[in-house]
């Protein structure tokens, strides 16, 4: 007797799943924070960003967010660069797996944990999201990176000091997180 049609209806359903949390995340907390929080200082900030020389964090984020149509958000710009830095791109199961390698690496903060809650809609993604929880905690922690600091350095030095090791073999060539096109 085959399983794989019970395979194909666990895809479906954590393919499910992960959309109707990529929604929410979009629906109720995106578009309302860039809303109502992206203000003339971030577009300054990101006119800024634009002018930094390539390969630069600033710059890369830049795109980034240009590529995907969303607005820098003052007090949510770190998430970005987690991104940037980590190489988890922006896929439902990427971000909780982000979350996972961020606790494990000393970021205990109230947003990554109920962020990091929706993976109770996906257990078949529990133990790829331990794995994750387990890098994080034996790569240099992020904790004392601070936005703004980061802006001019080396987007690829940050990620060589950073991000998990897997992410740098499969993220290096485009110098982005996955989805984005150089």
């Given amino acids: 007797m085959s399983t794989h ?4 209806n666990i895809s479906h359903t954590r393919k499910f799943l992960g959309n109707v949390t990529k ?6 907390v995106i578009k309302p924070l860039q809303f109502l929080v992206a203000r003339n200082c971030s577009h300054q900030k990101m006119a800024y960003m634009r002018s930094l020389p390539a390969k630069t964090v600033g710059h890369d984020l830049a795109h980034m967010l240009d590529s995907r149509g969303l607005k820098l958000i003052p007090g949510f710009a770190k998430h970005d660069l987690d991104h940037l830095i980590l190489g988890y791109g922006m896929h439902p199961e ?18 990554v ?12 993604l529990w133990g ?4 994750h929880y387990k890098l994080g905690r034996q ?19 940050l990620r060589r000091k ?11 060539a485009t110098h982005l997180p996955s989805g984005i096109v150089g």
């Fill in 5 to 8: 049609p019970i395979n194909q």
């Fill in 23 to 28: 929604y929410i995340k979009i629906c109720c």
């Fill in 94 to 111: 990427e971000e909780l797996c982000m979350q996972a390698y961020l606790i494990g690496n000393g970021r205990w903060q109230l947003q």
């Fill in 113 to 124: 944990f109920l962020f990091l809650s929706s993976a109770v809609l996906l257990p078949g």
């Fill in 128 to 131: 790829e999201l331990w794995a």
């Fill in 139 to 157: 790569r240099p922690s992020l904790t004392l990176l601070t936005f703004d600091s980061c802006l001019t350095q080396n987007t690829e030095h």
């Fill in 162 to 172: 950073y991000a998990p090791p897997s992410m740098l073999i499969t993220k290096s």
